[in-house]
């Protein structure tokens, strides 16, 4: 009994095929154009895809070819449908006298599962482009071109722009989305916000943003930060720290064309300490009224200029070996 559901569906097919002659491209046309009128893209079934895509015709067909039940577990179908619908209503509504001779169809795989496997479809979404095959915009090749989501999914407008490339010379309605009024708002409510909070922080902001020292600092960090090397670590995304020979780790690379992200920030706080030790002693010690206290600040901060710098150069030895200059204690 296994040539039972074969011998039937041929049956319903012919039956079909008979019944879409039968009726003239214009009454086909004009069935299917009022019930996008009424539901955007059409719903189709087996009988009534081959019905629409019936040969001859004057009209196009747009049809996509999807899989929206959860046992399928197709996430994309499920997004790109209301997609889909969107371009479909947009069309159609832009397009009342119907100039532009296309008709905007879904066929999902629980009602067409003949025509899934007459394509021998294995994914969706998938869509069908049917040109007209009879009248002045009528294709050379009567077979149907096919588009995959390949790169993933496509918004209307993207599909929109693939459809009129392949409807030349007809009206080709824009996709008008509907407007989102919770977004309009959500974004009223927040710049209204921000403006009453600025409007009230503002005189206690402006003493911060004109105070030299807050100029001063956020200087000396930006070039800390720059003349340490951090845009070198985002241009050439280095690693934060390196493994040496023996699989311990380390934190300075070897060459100037080398580089690890804690080197980086060992070096913006060595540079740190060095020029807030030099204005230490070119600003702070000379104001110092007692003398003991200076000489001691003298000295404290003039070792640890030497100490600091010291340890560059160390540093500097691990970047170009043949360097010949040292400083104890990092000799």
Not at 31 to 44: D, G, N
Not at 111 to 130: E, K
Request: proline share 6%.
């Amino acid at each position: 009994m296994r040539w039972l559901p074969a011998f039937v569906s041929a049956l319903v097919a012919s039956t079909t095929g008979v019944l879409a002659v039968k009726k003239s491209t214009e009454e086909r046309f004009a069935s299917f154009h009022t019930k996008a009128l009424a539901s955007s893209a059409v719903k189709l079934s087996d009988a009534s895809f081959r019905e629409l895509t019936a040969a001859p015709r004057d009209y196009s067909v747009a049809v996509l070819l999807n899989a929206l039940d959860s046992r399928y577990g197709c996430q994309m179908c499920r997004e790109f449908q209301p997609e889909w619908d969107l371009l479909a209503k947009s069309w159609t509504k832009g397009d009342k006298k119907a100039e532009s001779r296309l008709i905007f169809a879904t066929l999902d795989f629980s009602d067409g599962r003949d025509v899934f496997m007459s394509f021998g479809l294995q994914t969706a979404p998938v869509v069908f482009y049917y040109p007209p095959t009879t009248g002045p915009h009528a294709a050379k090749s009567r077979d149907p071109i096919r588009y995959d989501f390949v790169n993933g999914f496509q918004s209307a407008e993207q599909m929109h722009a693939w459809i009129a490339r392949n409807t030349p010379n007809r009206p080709s309605p824009p996709v008008q989305r509907p407007i989102n009024y919770l977004k309009w708002i959500v974004t009223t409510t927040i710049l209204l916000g921000g403006g009453t909070s600025a409007f009230v922080a503002w005189p206690y902001v402006l003493p911060v943003l004109q105070n030299r020292n807050v100029w001063a600092a956020v200087s000396l960090i930006s070039i800390l930060v720059f003349t340490s090397g951090q845009m070198f670590n985002h241009i050439r995304k280095v690693p934060y720290v390196g493994v040496d020979q023996r699989g311990g780790l380390t934190y300075f690379a070897a060459g100037f064309q080398n580089q690890f992200g804690m080197e980086t920030q060992f070096v913006a706080a060595m540079y740190g300490v060095l020029a807030f030790s030099a204005m230490c002693l070119a600003i702070k010690v000379p104001r110092i009224a007692d003398p003991k206290v200076q000489n001691v600040a003298v000295f404290a901060w003039a070792g640890i200029l030497f100490f600091m710098y010291s340890f560059l150069l160390s540093i500097f030895r691990v970047k170009n070996a043949g360097y010949p200059f040292a400083l104890p204690p990092f000799m």
